[in-house]
């Protein structure tokens, strides 16, 4: 039986993944870990998923959009962005800029980030950018939402938050509250837990946590480790 104060939030979670408050259609741009990790949650809340991919008839394609439902496409990127409420950037993260100016007009659209601008550097990977993908990507992208999301953790923990052993967050930071809110019912929706840190230019910092994981975890002298954000409660 579960406790009076444990109940809203079971109770949340149940209706958000059973009635969403309403249904969009999402461009998932790029059909890689990423992308197939995030395209069938989204549906599985009720969203229409529109695959972004090169070529949408290759077989690899093919068999993510029969994994993700009977609604589920592909199409080239620029169709699919077209197409879409919310864009989903699940691509190479030094080619954010081109990508984003190749999909067209994404004014009005939310854009969700979760890529990190990484490089090979003397002591293991690092920072490529001068600024952050998130700031890149809203000025390739300027009428556009951006909110960086979804690129501190492993795709594997994204769909099996209860293996990390308690509440998984997802920092978001973008300049509109109102996306982020958005992008926040999404992550919950996935039993997740949204934590919002501000504005696009905060971006920079969310980026570097996913390097520390994985020079620390890759690193040959290193200790690997695991880590999450909590709330105050």
């Given at each position: ?15 958000t ?9 999402i461009?998932v741009?790029g059909t ?6 995030l395209?069938p949650e989204?549906?599985a ?5 529109i695959?972004?991919s090169?070529d949408?008839?290759r ?8 994994q993700t ?6 199409l080239?990127?620029a ?7 919310i864009?989903v950037l699940?691509?190479?993260g030094?080619?954010v800029?081109?990508?984003t ?5 994404l004014?009005?659209k ?5 890529t990190n ?14 600024t952050?993908?998130g700031?890149?990507?809203q ?7 951006v ?5 501190t ?10 293996t ?8 978001l930071?973008g ?8 992008v ?11 934590i919002?840190?501000g504005g ?7 980026e570097g ?11 040959s ?7 999450h ?5």
């Open positions: 039986m579960l406790s009076n104060k444990l109940l809203p939030v079971a109770l949340l979670y149940l209706l993944s059973l009635f969403p408050v309403y249904a969009e259609t461009a741009i890689g870990e990423v992308g197939g990790a395209g989204f549906a809340q009720g969203h229409l998923i695959y972004g090169r949408p008839s077989a690899k394609v093919q068999r993510l959009v029969k439902g009977e609604e589920a496409s592909a080239l990127p169709q699919a962005a077209a197409r879409a409420d864009v699940a691509v190479p030094l080619m800029e081109e990508i100016k190749s999909l067209g007009d004014s009005g939310i854009i969700i980030d979760p601008p990484l490089r090979r550097g003397s002591a293991g990977l690092e920072h490529a950018v001068a952050s993908n700031e890149i990507i000025a390739a992208a300027p009428g556009a939402h909110v960086k999301a979804f690129n953790l492993n795709y594997r923990t994204m769909i099996d938050p209860e990390s052993g308690g509440p998984v967050s997802i920092p930071v300049d509109s509250d109102k996306a982020k809110h958005r926040a019912q999404l992550v919950t929706g996935m039993g997740l837990e949204p919002d840190l696009i230019e905060n971006a920079r910092w969310v946590m996913l390097i520390l994981w994985i020079n620390n975890r890759y690193g002298e290193r200790e690997g480790f695991e880590f954000l909590r709330k105050t409660r």
